[in-house]
């Protein structure tokens, strides 16, 4: 199967500071990657995307860069608040079909 | 607001039992999908489906089943629960277009014992 991970399982961040969550992908045919952000017992929520002809896309707090060259992914948030706390997973969809799959999550805490 | 609906957020089942896990989802998405979640190993595949009456296996399907009888619902079965089936379940459903993400449920946490 595919293989999306993250380097860091743990970020803990002070209110009011930047934060970046980064991920690797390994399939350089993936052309559509996805930020998802789960809170403590809910399911994933859709933070933000980019495909694969972009390299930074920008939302409301939320920006993801995208390095297809060493197949990185990274999602940065700003001015990080408490309702951030969650964990983030990046998914990459390899093109072969609308089948993602999933990074094994980073665990983001913001000390108030 | 759209959503995707699971029936149960906690469960606890016996060794052994038949359980039914349900997904139901109100945005006529052709896709659905059943992953479970495990500390340390993410999101798993378990089985998916882009039609009605069609399934494909996951990653992970053994010990599982599915059920896709309408559009809306896709229902997973775990014919005889084992204590290493215990985890968070979750269903998500898509578009059949690309470049679309999911729309996950909230999850059914699921004990063994």
């Known amino acids: 199967g595919e293989s999306v991970g993250l380097h860091l399982p743990t970020l803990s961040v002070q209110e009011g500071d930047n934060s970046i969550i980064n991920c690797a992908y390994s399939n350089s045919a993936s052309d559509y990657f996805i930020w998802y952000k789960q809170e403590s017992g809910k399911g994933p929520q859709f933070i933000i995307d980019i495909r694969s002809n972009m390299d930074k896309r920008q939302g409301q707090r939320v920006t993801v860069l995208l390095n297809k060259t060493v197949k990185h992914l990274s999602l940065q948030i700003a001015a990080t608040q408490p309702g951030d706390s969650a964990v983030y997973f990046c998914a990459e969809n390899p093109g072969t079909g609308n089948q993602f799959y999933f990074g094994t999550g980073t665990s983001l805490t913001v000390i108030p | ?113």
Not at chain 2, 67 to 88: D, G
Not at chain 2, 100 to 108: E, H, I, M, P
Request: charged content about 25%; aromatic content about 12%.
């Open chain 2, 1 to 113: 607001d759209v959503k995707v609906t699971q029936s149960s957020r906690y469960l606890v089942k016996r060794t052994g039992e038949k359980v039914f896990l349900e997904c139901v989802q109100d945005m006529d998405h052709e896709n659905m999908f059943w992953y479970r979640q495990d500390p340390g190993l993410g999101l798993r595949l378990i089985y998916f489906s882009y039609d009605v009456k069609m399934k494909e296996k996951g990653d992970i399907p053994e010990g599982y089943s599915v059920s896709r009888e309408k559009k809306e619902r896709f229902s997973l079965i775990l014919e005889s629960a084992s204590t290493n089936q215990t985890s968070m379940y979750l269903c998500a459903s898509s578009t059949g277009a690309l470049g679309y993400g999911y729309t996950f449920g909230s999850g059914t946490r699921l004990t063994v014992v």
